[in-house]
């Protein structure tokens, strides 16, 4: 039943006058009748009786007023709390994104919304850290929009935001350190790997296919971080992205790849939702931002 309906009925209840409350809603004299008859036939129902004073309620239209005016005064906030969300004064926004990226990228991305939107409410998951879990977090619902790198899923709207090179990353004191020009593939193999738990290492197992390389893992590990900190301590060598090495401070050496390897970083969205007030307004303060990061920008 259109809701126009309740609100007709309850200016006819208000007025005591049919006439009144047609002007009031915009109404010709008949096509309020006609509104009022088809909300009785569909209720199967007597809700208004002509009196001499006017128009008045039966005792079921009276039984009936209360609750139709919850449900009208219920569709009346329910608008007025679409208009505050796409008004970007409401809501919450529930972002995922792997760990070099929650890291490094959005405390800035973060802050700046937070500046031009402080009644929406952000909320950020990383899960495991693997783009499977991020990808899964996404179309399940859990969150609203990732940060992520070659999405499997063609359901998702996925545009590319910049390059991340790969680099291995070497202990201190190790020979390579030294070595002028960029490490090669076969080199790497030789020497063992620090290998990031499964789930985390989709970048490397890529360059394990792309270039037939194949590690001697002497060891697994949950994060970047302790990837880096093992490295530090002479205890292997590992492939890192840029993002997180140029982002902090440590004393491992990093030395060039052969090839040159990197990794997309992109931003994808359920669907039509790349539309959404809030989801547009987070993409927009992302690209603003994103030569303040270092990194080459792509699209």
């Given at each position: 039943?259109?809701?126009?309906?309740?609100?007709?009925?309850l200016?006819?209840?208000?007025?005591?006058?049919?006439?009144?409350?047609?002007?009031a809603?915009?109404?010709?004299?008949?096509?309020?009748?006609?509104?009022?008859?088809?909300?009785?036939?569909?209720?199967?129902?007597?809700?208004?009786?002509?009196?001499?004073?006017?128009?008045?309620?039966?005792?079921?239209?009276?039984?009936?007023?209360?609750?139709?005016?919850?449900?009208?005064?219920?569709?009346?906030?329910?608008?007025?709390?679409v208009?505050?969300?796409?008004?970007m004064?409401?809501g919450?926004?529930?972002?995922?994104a792997?760990?070099?990226?929650?890291?490094?990228?959005?405390?800035?991305?973060?802050?700046?919304?937070?500046?031009?939107?402080?009644?929406?409410?952000?909320?950020i998951?990383?899960?495991?850290?693997?783009?499977?879990?991020?990808?899964?977090?996404?179309?399940?619902?859990?969150?609203?929009?990732?940060?992520?790198c070659?999405?499997?899923?063609?359901?998702?709207n996925?545009?590319?935001?910049?390059?991340?090179?790969?680099?291995?990353?070497?202990?201190?004191?190790?020979?390579?350190?030294?070595?002028?020009?960029?490490?090669?593939?076969?080199?790497?193999?030789?020497?063992?790997?620090?290998?990031?738990?499964?789930?985390?290492?989709?970048?490397?197992?890529?360059?394990?296919?792309?270039?037939?390389?194949?590690?001697?893992?002497?060891?697994?590990?949950?994060?970047?971080?302790?990837?880096?900190?093992?490295?530090?301590?002479?205890?292997?060598?590992?492939?890192?992205?840029?993002?997180?090495?140029?982002?902090?401070?440590?004393?491992?050496?990093?030395?060039?790849?052969?090839?040159?390897?990197?990794?997309?970083?992109?931003?994808?969205?359920?669907?039509?939702?790349?539309?959404?007030?809030?989801?547009?307004?987070?993409?927009?303060?992302?690209?603003?931002?994103?030569?303040?990061?270092?990194?080459?920008?792509l699209?």
């Open positions: 039943m259109e809701i126009n309906k309740y609100r007709l009925f200016k006819i209840a208000e007025f005591n006058n049919i006439t009144s409350a047609a002007k809603m915009d109404y010709t004299q008949s096509a309020a009748s006609y509104a009022i008859s088809s909300m009785e036939n569909e209720l199967g129902l007597k809700l208004l009786q002509r009196t001499n004073s006017g128009t008045q309620l039966t005792a079921d239209g009276n039984i009936l007023l209360p609750c139709i005016r919850e449900v009208v005064e219920k569709d009346d906030r329910v608008r007025d709390l208009k505050s969300i796409n008004s004064n409401a919450d926004l529930k972002i995922g792997f760990t070099s990226a929650a890291m490094v990228c959005l405390p800035r991305i973060i802050s700046r919304f937070h500046e031009q939107y402080p009644d929406i409410k952000v909320e998951f990383s899960g495991s850290g693997s783009y499977n879990d991020l990808e899964y977090a996404l179309l399940t619902g859990l969150v609203d929009c990732i940060f992520i070659n999405p499997l899923s063609a359901d998702l996925y545009i590319d935001l910049f390059r991340d090179p790969l680099h291995a990353v070497l202990p201190p004191n190790h020979p390579l350190a030294h070595q002028s020009g960029p490490i090669t593939f076969r080199q790497l193999e030789k020497i063992p790997f620090l290998m990031p738990k499964e789930g985390n290492n989709t970048d490397i197992m890529h360059l394990c296919d792309q270039f037939n390389f194949h590690p001697r893992v002497a060891f697994t590990l949950p994060d970047d971080f302790s990837l880096l900190a093992m490295t530090e301590n002479g205890l292997g060598c590992t492939i890192l992205p840029n993002l997180i090495l140029s982002n902090y401070k440590h004393n491992a050496v990093i030395k060039e790849i052969e090839s040159h390897p990197y990794r997309k970083v992109g931003f994808a969205s359920r669907g039509k939702e790349t539309t959404q007030p809030r989801i547009k307004a987070l993409l927009s303060i992302t690209h603003s931002l994103l030569s303040s990061f270092g990194v080459e920008i699209g």
